[in-house]
């Protein structure tokens, strides 16, 4: 599990750093979608990590705030580079 959690949450950085040279708007938009997918699947293992006690409360929390940041960061991104508002 802590290698699927590394993996998933390596390449949310990898694709937001590909996002940077994308080849147009869509394809922008296509790598931040990547990356919040990633993020969605890093949250998930997270909550393995707790349930099996490989994390106690204290360290998920920490690190779990920090994955609901990047997950709320590009979900405002990906809406706003689409044109949706945020109502």
Sequence with gaps: MSKQLLRSGTSIGANV???INAQSRPDFISKLSIALKEADETDYWLELLLATG???DK???SIQD???EIIKMLTSIIKSSKGISKS
Aim: hydrophobic share 10%; net charge negative; aromatic share 16%.
């Design 17 to 19: 750093r590909e996002s």
């Design 54 to 56: 490989y994390l106690n």
């Design 59 to 61: 360290e998920y929390q």
């Design 66 to 68: 920090e994955c609901t």
